[in-house]
T-cell receptor
Framework: ETGVTQSPTHLIKTRGQQVTLRCSSQSGHNTVSWYQQALGQGPQFIFQYYREEENGRGNFPPRFSGLQFPNYSSELNVNALELDDSALYLC????????????????FGPGTRLLVL | DAKTTQPTSMDCAEGRAANLPCNHSTISGNEYVYWYRQIHSQGPQYIIHGLKNNETNEMASLIITEDRKSSTLILPHATLRDTAVYYCIVKLIGGGADGLTFGKGTHLIIQP
């Protein structure tokens, strides 16, 4: 098992609500990436946080936002939930060096399963 | 990042070697090949990665062809617990800000 933890494990929300998911990175890692995985599909990259700033973003709308804290943990916030946001949300941590280059690959947490009704 | 092509599904008998192919014909010289697997409803698990030499660790071996246009992940003695979706991913060396690009992967089923 990796040292990446996520909370909660499961969540049920209704359309239009807002949700916050949390991730603690593996010890020694300073970078957190978030992914969305719909049923039957591979994970899709949402964004990455490094040095408490968004460092890269996939094709997701602005209602998907995030934060990274000084201890490298991270939050994913989704506003105005839609039915299609129902998915497994995965967090991955990695190590980026001071030149901004990845030194160690991404290790994933167990995910948070979100159901939007 | 270069695109990868994998078979949708494969079967393998328990105890046999499972050989999972991946085509990445547009790979560039500064891109690694990574393999992850995902057991049902869990987070993806890192298996192995390589650039051009064959690699082996406690989980698997990775064989990359000389022209680097394809690779094979080998699980030497497959067990029922190896049933999972296996993803082959190509990623720029030192890159990462744009995340890992997962396809649909290969669903490997280990038969008792």
């Amino acid at each position: 098992e990796t040292g990446v933890t996520q909370s909660p494990t499961h969540l049920i929300k209704t359309r239009g609500q807002q949700v916050t998911l949390r991730c603690s990175s593996q010890s020694g890692h300073n970078t957190v990436s978030w992914y969305q995985q719909a049923l039957g599909q591979g994970p899709q990259f949402i964004f990455q946080y490094y040095r408490e700033e968004e460092n890269g973003r996939g094709n997701f709308p602005p209602r998907f936002s995030g934060l990274q804290f000084p201890n490298y943990s991270s939050e994913l916030n989704v506003n105005a939930l839609e039915l299609d946001d129902s998915a497994l949300y995965l967090c991955a941590s990695s190590l980026t060096n001071h030149h901004g280059r990845v030194e160690e690959t991404q290790y994933f947490g167990p995910g948070t399963r979100l159901l939007v009704l | 990042d270069a695109k990868t092509t994998q078979p949708t599904s494969m079967d393998c008998a328990e105890g046999r070697a499972a050989n999972l192919p991946c085509n990445h014909s547009t790979i560039s010289g500064n891109e690694y090949v990574y393999w992850y697997r995902q057991i049902h409803s869990q987070g993806p698990q890192y298996i192995i990665h390589g650039l051009k030499n064959n690699e082996t660790n406690e989980m698997a071996s990775l064989i990359i062809t000389e022209d680097r246009k394809s690779s094979t992940l080998i699980l030497p003695h497959a067990t029922l617990r190896d049933t999972a979706v296996y993803y082959c991913i190509v990623k720029l060396i030192g890159g990462g800000a744009d995340g890992l690009t997962f396809g649909k992967g290969t669903h490997l089923i280990i038969q008792p």
